[in-house]
C-alpha cells in the first residue's frame, strides 16, 4: 500500500483548545516510521491549511467557526480526492472531528467517479448526527454523519456529493447520543452498533457483517477513527470522554479485522487532544492501533 499521511490541524468544530497539536503528536509518537516498518510506502505531505471562506450564514445562532471548518471542508475534500485519484491511501491526523465533513466528501466524490459504492464506518462514542440546525453545542464536529446520510439543513455545505444511503454507514461503539440525533437516527435505517449491540454481539459479529456487505457490493471503504471510541482509562487525550468504551484488545481486533478484510481505502485519526494526554500514552495507542490495521500482528493467524 502506498500511503500518505495528511496533517489536518483543525480545532474550530469543537471548542476546547488542543487538537491543534493532534498532527504533530502523531509524528512524534512515530506514526510515519510504524507503516513503513510493516512495508508499505509512506509520505508525509505535511500540514494542510483551511481555504479562505468568509460570510458563510447558519440560521442556528450557537454554531460557531463556521467559515473556518467549511474552508476546511473545502481543502480536505480536494486533499482526499487527489490522493485516491493517484492510487494511494490517504491518513489523515487530526484535528477535530468536523474534518470528516471534507474527508468523506473528497472520498465519496473520488468512489462515485470510479463508479464504485463508498461505505462508511464511524468508530465512536457519538453519532455525530447533528445537522447545523439541530446541535444544541453548536460544535460542527458533531455532525458529519448527517451531511453524509444527506440530511437538510447544511444550506453552507452545500449537497453532499452522493450521498450514502443508510446501508453503507455503519456507527459502531455508539453510548452518546443528544435527542435531537436520537429522533433522526430513529427514521434513518442506519445500523447503529451502540455498546449495547457490542456488549451482546461481540466486537467481531457486527464488523464481519458490514465488512461483508463493503466487499460484496465491491466498495471503496472509508474508516472514521475518533479517539473516544477507546475507553478514556486506555485513551485520555480527548475532550468528550465517555465512559464504558471500547478495550486495548477490542479495539486492536477491529483493526486487525479491518487489515486483513484489505477494504479500507481511507483513514481519518480525530479527536487527540495531546494537551490532554498522559505522557503521549494516547498517541501511542493510536499509532498502535495503526499499525494492526496495517498488518501488524503477533502471528500470520487470521480468526476464523
Ligand atoms: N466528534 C465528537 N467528539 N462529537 C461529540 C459530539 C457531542 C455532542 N453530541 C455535540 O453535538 O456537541
Ligand atoms: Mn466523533
Redesign the pocket.
Known amino acids: 500500500m502506498e500511503v500518505s499521511l495528511i496533517g489536518a490541524p483543525i480545532d474550530a468544530?469543537?471548542r476546547r483548545a488542543g487538537c491543534i497539536m493532534g498532527p504533530m503528536a502523531y509524528r512524534v509518537a512515530g506514526l510515519g516510521a510504524a507503516i513503513a516498518e510493516l512495508g508499505h510506502g509512506v509520505e508525509d505531505r505535511g500540514d494542510l491549511g483551511p481555504d479562505a471562506v468568509q460570510g458563510a450564514h447558519c440560521a442556528n445562532p450557537v454554531v460557531h467557526d463556521l467559515d473556518l471548518v467549511l474552508g476546511w471542508t473545502q481543502a480536505l475534500r480536494r486533499a482526499v480526492g487527489a490522493e485516491l485519484a493517484l492510487g494511494r491511501m490517504p491518513v489523515i491526523l487530526g484535528g477535530?472531528?468536523s474534518l470528516a465533513l471534507g474527508t468523506v466528501a473528497g472520498a465519496a466524490e473520488h468512489a462515485a467517479s470510479v463508479g464504485r459504492p463508498l461505505f462508511l464506518l464511524w468508530l465512536?462514542?457519538?453519532?455525530?448526527f447533528?445537522t447545523p440546525l439541530t446541535?444544541?453545542?453548536g460544535?460542527l464536529?458533531?455532525?458529519p454523519v448527517a451531511w453524509i446520510a444527506g440530511r437538510e439543513g447544511f444550506d453552507a455545505f452545500g449537497p453532499f456529493p452522493a450521498a450514502l444511503p443508510p446501508e453503507r454507514i455503519c456507527l459502531y461503539g455508539i453510548r452518546?447520543?443528544?435527542p435531537a440525533?436520537h429522533a433522526a437516527l430513529l427514521t434513518h435505517d442506519i445500523a447503529i452498533n451502540d455498546m449495547r449491540v457490542l456488549d451482546e454481539h461481540g466486537i467481531v459479529a457486527p464488523l464481519r457483517a458490514f465488512l461483508d456487505r463493503v466487499r460484496a457490493a465491491g466498495g471503496m471503504l472509508h474508516v472514521s477513527l475518533?479517539v473516544?471510541f477507546l475507553d478514556p482509562s486506555i485513551a485520555p487525550a480527548?475532550?468528550?470522554t465517555v465512559p464504558g468504551g471500547t478495550t486495548f484488545r477490542e479495539a486492536h481486533l477491529v483493526c486487525e479485522l479491518l487489515h486483513e478484510s484489505r477494504l479500507v481505502t481511507s483513514l481519518d485519526l480525530?479527536?487527540l487532544n495531546p494537551f490532554l494526554d498522559d505522557r503521549g500514552m494516547t498517541a501511542k495507542l493510536m499509532v498502535d492501533l495503526v499499525g494492526s490495521l496495517m498488518g501488524r500482528k503477533v502471528f500470520d493467524r487470521p480468526t476464523a
Open positions: 468544530g469543537q477535530d472531528h465512536d462514542a457519538h453519532s455525530d447533528h446541535t444544541t453545542s460544535n464536529h458533531g455532525t452518546s447520543v443528544d440525533e475518533d473516544d480527548v475532550g468528550t480525530v479527536e
